[in-house]
């Protein structure tokens, strides 16, 4: 029977000098964890890795005093699929969630998506398949997509950063393959952000298609109005986030003002909120985007209640291009045919953008066939994460 032998983890800096409309990133922290099996490949034991996504601190109290003593302390049958020849994630869900109360999906939920990334890491590993593989065969038809749409995020607010070095910075995106990148607004006045949103659409060849937008969830109704009348005759990829991630009422009334795509759901983190913004937030599933980040959520167990919950409600799986620019959310829309994912060419380093060697092609990537997420394939993260355990 497969066991876990030890769980490592550890609060690291990814501090920038760079902001959103709501947060500068100077003091932003991230958890690592890895998992530690006693199944051996080549050599050496099998270890899962995970992280958070930027945007949430690290969990590294809720880890230290209350997850990973849960799961260590678990009796190890409850921990396995039935054969007991490799880990069972949603069983091991459930006992991180034991003797957990419903509701108040904030920080706990970044936790546990932190060790599921990495449980299902170790797992994928284990059966020696790549892990959007793995979810396409277990959830899924059984056929992953060859390629995965991926947009390049960046456009945030740095001290002396004027509109020469915003249009230099989205052409270093095009060069690297991107057809598509998103920019911050709200952390200017409305006439500044038209003038950075023209300057980048002056790079973009004057399409405005080719360009998201991303307010942080920094507007009151009124000022979210003023934008979206600005913004509209741009013809934009999306308006993204422009209220506070809860106030449903809020994107339901501005649903009435916008006549274009919008986008929200990256600070969602369960089914259940998922849920109230299907109802009330008035999305429209034929245009609009859904950004569910599955290492801030519970991770890829409470991820696919959430694929559930949309199909319930009419939401193709398509629509839905998570948040978080990292590896997990590139395998899960592989797997599960997601419509693409966020990429962090740029910034949040080492954590942000994808393996080396994944090219981008004209918007899209391709996954290799590595068992795994892939994160021994990143040469600036992957030293990291294995001083955990070595």
Not at 1 to 18: C, D, G, L, W
Not at 114 to 127: E, G, P
Request: net charge negative.
């Amino acid at each position: 029977m497969v066991r876990i032998t030890a769980i490592h983890e550890k609060t690291v800096p990814i501090q920038s000098n760079i902001r959103n409309a709501y947060i500068d990133f100077s003091t932003m922290t991230a958890s690592v964890v890895a998992v530690v099996t006693d199944v051996v490949r080549e050599g050496r034991p099998v270890v899962g890795y995970g992280f958070n996504s930027n945007g949430r601190y690290g969990a590294g109290g809720l880890l230290r005093e209350r997850f990973i003593p849960r799961l260590l302390a678990a009796d190890p049958a409850l921990l396995v699929n039935e054969s007991g020849d490799n880990l069972d994630p949603h069983r091991i869900w459930q006992v991180l969630m034991t003797g957990e109360k419903p509701g108040g999906h904030g920080e706990r939920s970044v936790a546990v998506g932190v060790l599921d990334m990495a449980v299902w890491d170790a797992a994928a590993k284990i059966a020696e398949k790549p892990l959007y593989r793995l979810l396409a065969e277990q959830y899924g038809d059984g056929n992953t997509d060859d390629r995965v749409f991926v947009y390049a995020a960046g456009g945030y607010y740095q001290p002396g950063k004027g509109l020469g070095a915003l249009q230099d910075e989205m052409r270093q995106y095009l060069d690297l393959g991107y057809r598509v990148v998103k920019m911050k607004i709200g952390g200017a006045d409305l006439a500044e952000d038209v003038r950075r949103v023209e300057a980048v659409i002056e790079v973009l060849d004057g399409d405005g298609s080719r360009l998201a937008v991303d307010a942080n969830g920094r507007f009151d109704l009124r000022t979210a109005i003023a934008y979206a009348d600005a913004l509209a005759p741009y013809g934009l990829f999306w308006y993204e986030e422009a209220g506070d991630p809860l106030d449903y009422g809020l994107q339901a009334a501005l649903s009435q003002y916008y006549p274009g795509p919008m986008a929200t759901g990256e600070n969602l983190f369960s089914h259940q909120d998922v849920r109230n913004l299907l109802r009330y937030g008035g999305m429209h599933p034929e245009t609009d985007y859904l950004q569910f980040d599955c290492a801030l959520s519970y991770g890829v167990v409470e991820y696919l209640r959430t694929l559930a919950v949309l199909r319930e409600h009419g939401w193709s799986a398509r629509r839905v291009i998570p948040h978080g620019g990292h590896q997990l959310s590139l395998h899960l829309a592989a797997g599960l045919g997601l419509g693409g994912n966020e990429s962090y060419p740029g910034v949040f380093q080492p954590f942000g953008g994808f393996a080396d060697g994944y090219q981008v092609d004209d918007g899209y990537v391709r996954l290799p066939k590595t068992p795994g997420i892939g994160f021994e394939h990143k040469a600036a993260l992957y030293p990291l994460l294995k001083s955990l355990h070595e």
